[in-house]
């Protein structure tokens, strides 16, 4: 077991990994810079359709730790709002059977109605994999599909990491610099605290430039309790959002293959594929019950993982502990609210770009023969569907819904590599 303060002392990467121990100090500064990273995409998702972000932060960090319970605290995992579930919940929230005008808290209570059966076909589907054998599943993931996959993952995020930076490019140049130099060049604790050390510098720039507006901190309340609401069934609501359970059972299985391949161990034996899928459908019906979007396993969370070479699941609690505390300190979550979206753009331009090069990372490892057409095909078309917009309608009696991105170049991908030969 490696000591806490084993450190390099050159500028090679540093990777702490989940045996190695940790003083109390560096792990909340640990925590806190994952919960960072994880803010502003947990928060765009209410705040886009219309949910609360407090709550967000709050179910966030409820649903991390039990996800943890679940798959015995082994996968370093914090669980965000996830972006599958935002048209599907606007159709429901706007749909004239659910809305109610002035109350549109109404319709969005059915939408979280939908998410949670969402996340009880997690269950059943975590049953089915208990029941029948991880390695059957995983049989459909060979490296020339998890490979591109993953490709996808990163690349698909990266019109939102440059959408970010472009709202002022001077502010995402310095956060992009400042990370980019601590990863190369720091040593010692501080060569794991590249993205806090980005956001620090970042926010001390824009202060200085005029780009802070300090009203949401003068504003809000030191202490409060979120506002939870509780959700409502109704079958048509219900078909509207949980069909995209779907979509993101096959983004589950390509971000735990994803993590895997980041921290090199095996996550879909141990703790076990049905583990993972059990604890993301219960963080996904007990946020949705109380008023918060769908969690799911987060790319930006690989994406961190590969920056800092911070491998170690207690932290990935720390920062769930202190995203409850942002959900009920209004005040602290101000702060952080003011960081310019520019900031943690020129950030994510580095985590997405760390996704997409794992991806790359995973098909050179393992020797795949591009020399064969069938992988040249099956990577082509991984790469086109997931990348290029493809949507695939569905549409059996009242079930209607679209299968698009990641997903569906998953499927079409995992079809190929069974039917074209070897």
Not at 38 to 61: D, E, H, K, S, Y
Not at 162 to 184: E, K, P, T, Y
Not at 250 to 258: M, R, S, T
Request: charged residues 10%; aromatic residues 8%.
């Amino acid at each position: 077991m490696r000591k806490d303060n084993q450190f390099s002392s050159d500028n090679s990467m540093i990777i702490i990994k989940e045996e190695d121990t940790l003083s109390i100090s560096k792990t909340v500064i640990l925590g806190i810079q994952h919960a960072f990273t994880m803010f502003g995409a947990t928060v765009l998702v209410p705040i886009i359709t219309g949910l609360n972000p407090a709550v967000a932060l709050f179910m966030a960090g409820v649903g991390t730790l039990l996800f943890h319970i679940i798959t015995k605290n082994k996968v370093p995992v914090f669980l965000g709002s996830s972006f599958a579930f935002i048209a599907p919940i606007l159709a429901v929230a706007n749909h004239r059977n659910f809305a109610v005008e002035g109350q549109p808290e109404i319709g969005l209570s059915y939408a979280q109605g939908g998410i949670v059966v969402a996340g009880l076909f997690y269950l059943l589907v975590a049953l089915m994999v208990y029941a029948f054998g991880y390695k059957r599943v995983v049989d459909f993931f060979p490296p020339v599909v998890t490979g591109p996959i993953i490709m996808v993952i990163g690349l698909k995020l990266a019109p939102v990491a440059i959408d970010m930076a472009s709202d002022n490019w001077i502010l995402a140049m310095v956060s992009f610099i400042i990370v980019a130099g601590v990863s190369v060049f720091a040593k010692g604790f501080l060569k794991v605290l590249p993205v806090i050390c980005g956001l620090i510098g970042g926010y001390i720039v824009a202060v200085l430039t005029g780009n802070v507006d300090f009203t949401p901190i003068l504003q809000a309340n030191i202490i409060g309790i979120p506002p939870f609401t509780v959700a409502k069934f109704n079958f048509q609501a219900i078909m509207i959002v949980a069909p995209v359970a779907i979509a993101t059972m096959v983004e589950h299985i390509g971000d735990v293959l994803a993590i895997s391949e980041t921290v090199e161990k095996d996550f879909m034996q141990s703790p076990g594929l049905h583990r993972t899928i059990l604890g993301d459908g219960i963080a996904t019906s007990i946020s949705a019950m109380f008023g918060g979007p769908a969690n799911t396993t987060y790319s930006e969370n690989t994406g961190v993982l590969a920056l800092t070479g911070v491998h170690k699941s207690l932290v990935m609690r720390t920062a769930a502990i202190f995203a409850i505390i942002l959900g009920i300190l209004p005040k602290l979550g101000a702060v952080i609210a003011t960081i310019p979206v520019a900031v943690v753009g020129g950030i994510s331009i580095i985590l997405f770009g760390m996704i997409a090069a794992i991806g790359g990372r995973t098909l050179v490892d393992n020797k795949v023969d591009f020399g064969k057409s069938r992988n040249l095909i099956i990577m082509a078309i991984i790469l086109v569907l997931g990348l290029g917009g493809a949507v695939l309608p569905i549409s059996v009696g009242v079930l209607n819904f679209e299968i698009e991105g990641m997903a569906l170049a998953a499927i079409f991908g995992i079809v190929l590599n069974k039917v074209l030969p070897q």
